[in-house]
């Protein structure tokens, strides 16, 4: 059974760092895309960075800079280190992993894993 678990989330002021971490577990498929999403609140769920099967990485333009997407030495691990938290990213992070190539759009819907979410909560 496919399972993603996060932990990391807190509160932080603005200006300060977490980090995020996702455990992945029973992935027996190819994956092509791991991400994190995130749910601001009154908005939809929104990407916010991307890391492919060949490694290449890509940044939503409001975390570019300040986010890192990466992958432990054992690829089951997904994290997100997020720096100059603002408290405009206060919201509900999810991992979120795809067996399907259509990933690469990072559109929600070729997501069919996905973990329960940490909540970050930025003070200004």
């Known amino acids: 059974q496919e399972q993603l678990v996060e932990s990391g989330g807190g509160s932080v002021q603005a200006g300060g760092s977490l980090r995020l971490s996702c455990a992945a577990s029973?992935?027996?498929?190819?994956?092509?895309?791991m991400n994190w999403f995130r749910q601001l609140p009154g908005k939809m769920r929104e990407g916010v960075a991307s890391?492919?099967?060949?490694?290449?990485?890509r940044y939503a333009d409001a975390v570019k800079g300040r986010f890192t997407i990466s992958q432990g030495s054992v690829k089951s691990m997904l994290y997100l280190d997020m720096n100059s938290l603002k408290a405009e990213d206060t919201g509900m992070y999810y991992c979120?992993?795809?067996?399907?190539?259509?990933?690469?759009?990072?559109?929600?819907?070729?997501?069919?894993?996905w973990g329960q979410g940490t909540q970050v909560t930025v003070s200004s």
């Open positions: 979120a992993a795809s067996g399907n190539i259509a990933c690469l759009s990072g559109d929600l819907q070729y997501f069919k894993f």
């Open positions: 890391i492919y099967q060949n490694g290449t990485t």
């Open positions: 029973g992935f027996a498929r190819n994956i092509y895309c």
